[in-house]
C-alpha cells in the first residue's frame, strides 16, 4: 500500500499515513491536534 507523509502545520507533527488514512485526516482533521488540513500538508 503507498504510503505519503502528513505534516501538521499547527502541532508539527509529521507522521506516514496510507491512502485510506489520508482521506480520513482530510475529512476529520489532524489525528494530533484536530486541526483542518488540505492536500498541502500531504508530500509523497
Known amino acids: 500500500?503507498?504510503?505519503?507523509?502528513?505534516s501538521c502545520p499547527d502541532c508539527r507533527s509529521a507522521i506516514p499515513v496510507t491512502?485510506?488514512?489520508?482521506?480520513a485526516t482530510l475529512a476529520n482533521g489532524c489525528p494530533i491536534c484536530g486541526r483542518s488540513v488540505t492536500g498541502e500538508?500531504?508530500?509523497v
Open 1 to 6: 500500500m503507498n504510503t505519503c507523509e502528513f
Open 19 to 23: 491512502n485510506p488514512m489520508r482521506e
Open 41 to 43: 500538508h500531504f508530500a
